[in-house]
């Protein structure tokens, strides 16, 4: 199988979600959500929507563009082991080994094995030729190299077991905006797709923003009333009641308008239910702070002609392919394999 009946699988998967039939979406979001209680209707539906926008033709082929991909002469196993905190997290990766002409061996999360499997029995229909190249496994043992995903604790394990080998291993990401102060409503509300889509569980969502003042929290509070239907999920709702009881307990400051709590600090990565925010004076001390951070931050939300190389409000969850998990480029990678 050539690059271009690879492309054009990937295509024909994307068009095919596009055009899934009312109760085949029903049934399959339905055996999704019993998996995975934080998998809703809108969070599953989000993902299958942006795992169609990554394979459209002008994409796949924007992407390809940066890379010599060599007619593969000697097939490497690549063992991916998948995270399952946000529904279908994984696809980039499977995506990348498949484009690549290497062989996917996956290690499924049990969080996510239900709406991955169907990706693959819905790309195998497509393009029969695909089915020697996927293989869904409970132990990978003795593959070419692996990507592999997860905490920082089980970053330790992967790197124990792997790390003798070609290997991606990722950590703990999370994501922060910055705002200058001149954000108009619109901006405010786009933000809060970044901080509530998935209900705060990806490392592209938002979970820390810079402000100059505190007024800002004010305005941003006010624009994300329109969000008050995540506190009717009861675990974001758990979250949420834990959280304010330990604020209140311990007397600590926040900010809380019935379903999200804001409080001042340091640290980047905040409980779900919990925006972290902290002041800054100059754009050139946040630069350096946050470069002291690079390898914690998965992106920075902001005004682009605000912060250079920002991600716009609302567009955190919205990858292009060529947007690599950590800053790694996964198919540089594979490619050099050879």
Not at 12 to 34: P, T, V, Y
């Amino acid at each position: 199988m050539n690059l271009s009946q690879r492309v054009a699988a990937f295509v024909k998967l994307g068009d095919s979600i596009q055009e899934m039939d009312h109760e085949i979406k029903e049934e399959l979001f339905w055996r999704a959500q019993n998996e995975n209680n934080w998998f809703t209707e809108e969070s599953i539906s989000s993902a299958l929507d942006g795992l169609a926008y990554m394979v459209q033709e002008k994409n796949l082929n924007k992407w390809l563009s940066f890379y010599d991909i060599p007619q593969k002469s000697n097939v490497k196993s690549i063992g991916i082991l998948m995270a399952g905190n946000i529904p279908l997290v994984g696809f980039h990766d499977f995506l990348t080994v498949l484009i690549s002409g290497n062989k996917a061996c996956i290690k499924l999360s049990s969080s996510d094995s239900i709406l991955m499997n169907w990706v693959f029995k819905k790309l195998v229909e497509i393009e029969p030729l695909f089915e020697p190249f996927i293989e869904v496994e409970e132990m990978l043992k003795g593959k070419d190299a692996y990507i592999a995903t997860g905490s920082d604790n089980s970053s330790r394990y992967f790197n124990y077991y792997f790390g003798k080998y070609p290997s991606v291993i990722r950590q703990n990401r999370t994501s922060v905006a910055i705002l200058s102060g001149n954000e108009n409503v619109e901006d405010l509300v786009s933000l809060g797709l970044d901080i509530f889509k998935y209900f705060g569980l990806g490392c592209r969502n938002v979970s820390k923003v810079y402000i100059k003042t505190e007024v800002q929290l004010q305005d941003l509070l006010g624009a994300l009333e329109i969000y008050s239907f995540v506190g009717n999920h009861h675990k974001y709702r758990n979250n949420y009641d834990y959280n304010k009881s330990i604020y209140l307990v311990n007397s600590e400051k926040h900010l809380d308008n019935g379903f999200l709590l804001v409080k001042e600090s340091s640290d980047l990565v905040s409980p779900i239910s919990v925006l972290y925010y902290e002041k800054y004076d100059s754009k050139e001390e946040l630069k350096n702070k946050l470069e002291s951070q690079k390898n914690k931050i998965q992106c920075i939300v902001s005004d682009t002609n605000y912060w250079t190389d920002a991600i716009s409000f609302g567009n955190a969850q919205n990858p292009e392919p060529w947007e690599y998990a950590d800053q790694v480029d996964t198919l540089k990678f594979l490619i050099e394999l050879n």
